[in-house]
C-alpha cells in the first residue's frame, strides 16, 4: 500500500503558458500534500503543504499566484504552473501522508519532469 | 534553506563492498529518515529512525540515530549493482515547524 502517482510523469510547454501536474494518493486517504522542486543534482525543496479542503502553506520565496495548489479531495492535489518561464524547468515532486502534517510518514510520487521552451 | 552535512557527497565501490555514509547537524533532531532515489524518480523510504541510539536493519541497510541526536549513519552491507542511486537523510529538529531538513544526498556508483 502507500502508492502515490503523478501526471503527467514529463512536459514541455512554451513559455507562457501554464501547466497543471497532479498527485493522487491510489490506496489511501491523504490528509496533507507536499510539493517539492528539485534540481539537477540538488536535494529537495518543499514548496507548500497543502491539506485537504484548506489552503496550502507555502515556504519562504515560492510565489502562491505563480504555484497555485489545490488538494480539492483526500486522494488528489494539482499543482499548476502559471505563466511558466523557462526558470521554472525542473523535477516537480508531491508526497503525501496519512495524518496532518505527518513530515515523517510521506510517500513519494514519481515525480514530473518539467520543461519549458 | 537549512540543509544537513551529507557525506560523502559521492562514492565509487566495487560491487560487493560494504557503503557508508553519514549526515550531521548543528541541532538535535527528534526523526531521522533515509531515503533513496532512483533517476527520474521520487525518493523511496529506506530506514526511519525515531530515537537516539536507535538502530534498524532492512535487509543489507543498517541505520543509527546517534546518541547526540544531532546524527545518523547508513550502512549498507555487501553492495549490489541495484544499489546505485542517490541516497538522502533527511530528519524533523527538535525547535522545527515539523518540516523536513534534507541531505544534499550521496550519489552511489558501483565500479564494474
Known amino acids: 500500500g502507500a502508492v502515490v502517482s503523478q501526471h503527467p510523469s514529463w512536459v514541455i510547454c512554451k513559455s507562457g503558458t501554464s501547466v497543471k501536474i497532479e498527485c493522487r494518493s491510489l490506496d489511501f486517504q491523504a490528509t496533507t500534500m507536499f510539493w517539492y522542486r528539485q534540481f539537477p543534482k540538488q536535494s529537495l525543496m518543499l514548496m507548500a503543504t497543502s491539506n485537504e479542503g484548506s489552503k496550502a502553506t507555502y515556504e519562504q520565496g515560492v510565489e502562491k499566484d505563480k504555484f497555485l495548489i489545490n488538494h480539492a479531495s483526500l486522494t488528489l492535489s494539482t499543482l499548476t504552473v502559471t505563466s511558466a518561464h523557462p526558470e521554472d524547468s525542473s523535477f516537480y515532486i508531491c508526497?503525501?501522508?496519512?495524518?496532518?502534517?505527518?513530515?515523517?510518514?510521506?510517500?513519494f510520487g514519481p515525480g514530473t519532469r518539467l520543461t519549458v521552451l | 534553506g537549512q540543509q544537513l552535512n551529507q557525506s560523502p557527497q559521492s562514492m565509487f565501490i566495487q560491487e560487493g563492498e560494504d557503503v557508508s555514509m553519514n549526515c550531521t547537524s548543528s541541532s538535535i533532531f527528534n526523526t531521522w529518515l533515509w531515503y533513496k532515489q532512483d533517476p527520474g524518480e521520487g525518493p523511496v523510504l529506506l530506514i526511519a529512525?525515531?530515537?537516539a541510539g536507535e538502530l534498524t536493519s532492512n535487509g543489507r541497510l543498517t541505520a543509527q540515530f546517534g546518541i547526540t541526536r544531532k546524527d545518523s549513519f547508513l550502512n549498507i552491507s555487501a553492495s549490489i549493482p541495484s544499489d546505485v542511486g542517490i541516497y538522502f537523510c533527511a530528519g524533523l529538529p527538535m525547535d522545527s515547524n515539523y518540516q523536513l531538513i534534507w541531505g544534499a544526498g550521496t550519489k552511489l556508483i558501483i565500479k564494474p
Open positions: 529512525l525515531y530515537k
Open positions: 508526497s503525501a501522508a496519512r495524518d496532518y502534517l505527518a513530515y515523517n510518514e510521506q510517500f
